[in-house]
Nanobody, 123 residues
Framework: QVQLVESGGGLVQAGGSLRLSCAAS????????MGWFRQAPGKEREFVAG????????NYADSVKGRFTISRDDAKNTVYLQMNSLKPEDTAVYSC????????????????WGQGTQVTVSS
């Protein structure tokens, strides 16, 4: 079992930055690809960013490319999402997830999920 706990969310003005962390416990996540998803009120959960086992390969939703950066530190069993140039439309609950071996851009197939952290961007 892997437990994932997100932190770092909060209220920020448009144009600001936040860094989300996803700390894993129970087992190492070094064998898992990691993803960040978000869900805004009344909307479906959507893929934000993903990172491969090695950390070499990353992918992003078009809406966040150039603004968000995903990274992982397996020594700390932690995944990060650096969010810059935030926009009001980035407001959502952000959750991290672990998937055995490979990232996918849909929520299906992820083995473990965190409970999420709220990000609110004011205009």
């Amino acid at each position: 079992q892997v437990q994932l706990v997100e932190s770092g969310g909060g209220l920020v003005q448009a144009g600001g930055s936040l860094r989300l962390s996803c700390a894993a416990s129970g087992r190492t996540v070094s064998n898992y690809a990691m993803g960040w998803f978000r869900q805004a009120p009344g909307k479906e959960r959507e893929f934000v960013a993903g990172i491969s086992l090695s950390g070499i390969s990353t992918n992003y939703a078009d809406s966040v490319k150039g603004r968000f950066t995903i990274s992982r530190d397996d020594a700390k069993n932690t995944v990060y999402l650096q969010m810059n140039s935030l926009k009001p439309e980035d407001t959502a609950v952000y959750s991290c997830a672990a998937r055995w071996l490979a990232v996918t851009t849909t929520p299906v197939g992820y083995n473990y999920w965190g409970q999420g952290t709220q990000v609110t961007v004011s205009s």
